[in-house]
Every structure is written in C-alpha cells, then in structure tokens.
C-alpha cells in the first residue's frame, strides 16, 4: 500500500504597523533569511499570489511569503483587510500569521524628523496629526495580530536580531564564509574581511621538486607543515576564528570573507585555505573554499630571493650570490 505524502503547508507572515515602525527593515531581514518578501501588497490579491512560481523557477511552498502592508495599502480598511486574512486562515495548506509593528508616537515624529520626510497621514499638518489619525486606523489590526513588536526603544540592529530570532527556521544560522587563497604578487582579493599573511613559512617555490606542484599536493602540504612556526600560527588563526565567527553570527553579517595570502598563491596559501575550509566543516560551518591563483604561472621574479639566500651590494646595487 502507497501512503500518500502529506502536502507542505505555505508559511504566509502578514507585516503591517505603523508608519516608521520598521516594516521595511523587517521585510529586508527576512529577505535575508530566505523568505520571498513582498511589500505594499494588497490582501485581496494574496491568492493569485500564490499561484505565481517563486524566484527559483517553481511554485515552492517551503520558501516562506512575507507580505507588507499599511495604512498606504490601496484601499485600506482595517476591519475589511481582518476578514480577508480569516478567509487566507481557512485554507488548510496555509499558515497564516500577521505581525504587527507599533512604536510610541513622539519616537515616530523623531524618526520622521531625522530623515527629512514627512508622515503619509500629515503631508500638510504637524507629523503628530497624522501619527495619531494613522494610530486609531490600525488598531483593529494590532488588536488582531498574533505577534506586537514595540520598537520604540529600538535600533534598526536591535529589530533586526530580533526577527532573527523569531523566524529564522535555520539549525545553524551561520554567516556565509568564503576562504580564499591568492597571491599578494597579484594583488590583495576585493571585499576580504580578514586577511593572513603566510610569507612567514618557508617557500615550496625554492625546491625544484616542488615548484611544479601546488598546496592540493601531498608533497607540498608535508613541507609546508614542516616548517617550525606552522603549528603554532595555525593554532593562533583558529583561536581567533573561533572567537570572531561566533560575534559575526550574533551580529547578523551575511557574508565573512576569509583570505590566505602567500607570494605567488600556488602553495602555502592553497595549504592553509584548504586545511580552514576542512576545520570549519567539522566545526559545523559550510565554507566556500576558492583558490584564486592556483593556475597562475610561477616565476622566480615574484617569489623574491630563496630562503636562506644572501645577498650582497655592488657598485651597480644588490645582487644574488
């Protein structure tokens, strides 16, 4: 006997509040968490909606819709919109929330001061007017909504942890990490985060044997790791590491950008990226690991004297013994 599978329920989050309570922010971190967010969007038009495919190419119920709305809604009534939620509310294969944003009027007028705009509700009167007239608009909806967010004493950065908090349906909201290896020769990658200089560690490039090969070859990796300070540096890299990823997390950055940099590109720092990329899997991290100049040339003129090489001057300048 076939058991029939259990269809997915579309999780629909109705956003709506006060004018300058934070709508936008909250529909921007959702965005985020990978939620389809639609904001402005009339209610009666939710259904047609749903029949759209998500940005994926797909009808998809398990991306989360956020919809947001307010008193600048086309045809807004608070009682009217009330009854279309309930009807949205009766269809089984939706979950359907509304979250309401309020915030005390004398922090909404400072908001709007701050950035030169006016209400909505008071184009030709004190801002006061209109906070007031849109209050009394809305509170049907705040009356009705299973989640009240006060933000008045709130930051954007505070709203934003807290819808996080709230409806991220991840295990392990983590940062995106990128780990990249490059070559300083060839310049420092766009947008790092944390850059570490791995110059320190003696040169694969110097051996004969070697030059050829790259830090995805056991030859290399057994020489880079011989050298006497690799143990130690590596230890102190992934003690920081274990310190700022976790303050990372908790402020909510996207994406951490990580970059080892050697001479060329082609050894140490293909090594050290690619033994951080397999250390952050184990501890529970999805890293990106990128080797930016593993298929660049090797030439000597980059790479700088060998180690242990001297040199000495001469009429004309410096030159190699």
Not at 305 to 313: C, D, F
Request: glycine fraction near 8%; charge should be positive.
């Amino acid at each position: 006997m076939t058991r029939k599978s259990t269809p997915k329920v579309q999780t629909i989050l109705l956003v709506t509040g006060l004018s300058g309570a934070g709508k936008t922010t909250v529909l921007k971190t959702l965005e985020d968490l990978g939620w389809e967010a639609v904001d402005n969007f009339p209610i009666r038009l939710a259904g047609p909606l749903l029949d759209i495919p998500a940005s994926g190419g797909r009808s998809d119920p398990s991306i989360p819709l956020a919809l947001g709305f307010d008193s600048r809604t086309r045809g807004f009534k608070a009682d009217k919109l009330i009854r279309q939620i309930k009807q949205l509310q009766k269809n089984p294969d939706l979950n359907v929330m509304t979250l309401f944003l309020d915030c005390a009027g004398t922090e909404i007028e400072r908001r709007y001061s701050e950035t030169r705009r006016r209400h909505p509700m008071a184009q030709d009167r004190p801002a006061m007017d209109g906070i007031a007239q849109e209050r009394m608009m809305m509170e049907p909806l705040r009356r009705w909504a299973e989640t009240v967010i006060d933000t008045s004493k709130m930051s954007a950065h505070d709203l934003q942890n807290d819808i996080r908090v709230r409806f991220n349906s991840e295990v392990t909201p983590h940062s995106i990490i990128t780990i990249t290896s490059f070559g300083f020769s060839r310049g420092v990658p766009h947008n790092v985060d944390l850059v570490f200089d791995l110059r320190f560690l003696r040169n694969p490039h110097w051996d004969n044997q070697l030059r050829p090969l790259t830090g995805l070859d056991a030859a290399v990796s057994e020489y880079v790791e011989a050298d006497p300070t690799y143990d130690e540096a590596m230890r102190k890299i992934r003690d920081l590491l274990s310190y700022l990823l976790p303050l990372y997390d908790a402020q909510g950055k996207a994406y951490v950008n990580i970059a080892f940099g050697c001479t060329g590109g082609r050894h140490r720092s293909v090594h050290v990226a690619e033994q951080f990329g397999k250390w952050l899997r184990e501890e529970g991290f999805s890293p990106t690991v990128v080797h930016r100049n593993l298929t660049s040339r090797a030439i000597d003129a980059l790479e700088g004297p060998a180690n242990g090489a001297k040199t000495k001057k001469t009429k004309r300048g410096s030159e190699r013994k």
